[in-house]
């Protein structure tokens, strides 16, 4: 401080500062040292300004924060009015709702013209193709109740009691099979509470059940269906393109499993046909690991968070959504960052406008190659123009948080740009985060899970669900027979693809 108030004072021609008494002198000193107190308290203050200013600007388009954060009205530009009415418009091919086939129908009632709408003639015959409507109805649904009396005789020899067993494929839960299915449904697809299952159950079915009861049978469900859920992680770790992603999730200790009170997180890996999710107690390197397999040879598709760093750089893909993020962020920061982030998104859009491109089959994949190299050039310029300013280790204004996340940028700029040669490679993880979405909202609904078999209920009925819609198969029905086989001490069926 005292070499700053001395360049201030330096600045006085010597002449003048000589001739100056003594107490001025002194007081000159002080009034340059509190200069220099002021203006390091205003660029403190101006830093955090600035913090703040970006952390209220901070929306789904340049964080990771979900769309549903975003304040009112956010990204929904005003349209102009076209004068046109609401609804399809003359010449647009009409959608009709899909009828039943006639086997699947319970009753067929044909309807005859008796006299012509025009001269009253009497109409005779069949049409060969009548115009056909449709009306579903459910019927009042009973559950089937099949009541075991179990008698209790004496024995007149030695006056012994004994009482029948139940056979022993029975199940002594007092439920079938569709009841556990229907169960695990409404808690795994629908992300129903206990309790609303219980409503459920009494309102569609009347069926009482107890909310202990609803567990047992979560439990059971969650059981029949590990075998296939364990095939299908296998299955992950062997496929050659995998996109990955992690969020966040709740884990109570009722149970003892989480003594330490941790964060829990979700991981999911995803493939076209087969999608795995795992709760984990932890985000480190050894999740992942055991996410997608210590010998993983495939290649991954990811966010840039560091547990996947034990990847060969050669077989990753960075998702250009984040990257995209990131660019937007740097360009609403003042000064030097905006014009660099405004240049770093300009080199995007165009990457983006080629890959459309690519994917309509007007750019042949040889060309688009020869294209990006362009525009890789042009990002690894601005990143080392952006790297190269100098800043401090504690240094927090926005140039220096540009500069940092440059310096990152470039050491895995190479796994930016698999997309670009390998065919099946896509250049975002959007496959993963639209995978994770349900779990998001179910983890918002139920505020996660109380213990560790919940937290599994919840993986293993996200990978089925999230299975089973990819490949267009029926989940309730799945999950009964699982259940059926488990109760029966058979293999449960397989999640995987049917090879054609």
Known sequence: MKQKAATIIEQIPPEDWEKTPASVKKMVELMAQRIEILEQQGLGLLEVQQQLVEKVNQTSKNSSSPPSSDPPGFGHKSQKKTG?????????????????????????????????????????????????????????????????????????????????????????????????????????LYRNSHRMVQSALADLFGISISLGTVNKLRLEASNAVADCVNEAHLYIQQQEVVGADETG????????????????????????????????????????????????????????????????????????????????????RPGVSKELGTQLVEQLEKLFELWQRVRDGTLARGDFVELVKDIRYQIILLLQQAANYEITSREKTPLAKTVRTCRQLLKIEGAMWLFVTTPGVEPTNNAAERAIRPAVIWRRTSFGSQTQAGSTFVARMLTVVTTLKSQERNILEFITIAVKSAREGKSAPSLLPEVS
Request: with cysteine; glycine share 8%.
């Open 84 to 188: 046109k009415k609401r609804g399809g418009q003359p010449g647009h091919e009409g959608k009709s709702r899909n009828l039943y086939p006639l086997e699947k129908c319970t009753r067929v009632i044909e309807h005859h013209p008796v006299k012509c709408s025009c001269c009253g003639e009497s109409l005779f015959g069949e049409d060969p193709d009548p115009y056909r409507h449709q009306i579903v109805e459910i019927p009042p649904i009973e559950p089937i109740v099949i009541e075991h009396r179990l008698h209790k005789l004496t024995c007149k020899r030695c006056g012994s009691s004994t009482r029948a067993k139940l056979p022993d494929d029975f199940n002594p839960s007092g439920y079938g099979v569709r009841v556990v299915a229907t169960v695990a449904l409404l808690s795994g």
């Open 249 to 332: 999730f709740n884990q109570a200790n009722i149970d003892g499993g989480n003594p330490q009170q941790r964060q829990a997180w979700l991981w999911v890996a995803v493939t076209p046909l087969v999608t795995f999710f795992e709760i984990s107690l932890t985000r480190c390197t050894m999740a992942a690991k055991n996410l997608l397999g210590e010998n993983f040879a495939g290649i991954l598709t990811s966010d840039r968070h560091g547990g996947y760093n034990w990847v060969n750089m050669e077989r990753r893909q960075l998702c250009w959504a984040h990257l995209k993020r990131e660019f937007i962020k740097i360009s609403e």
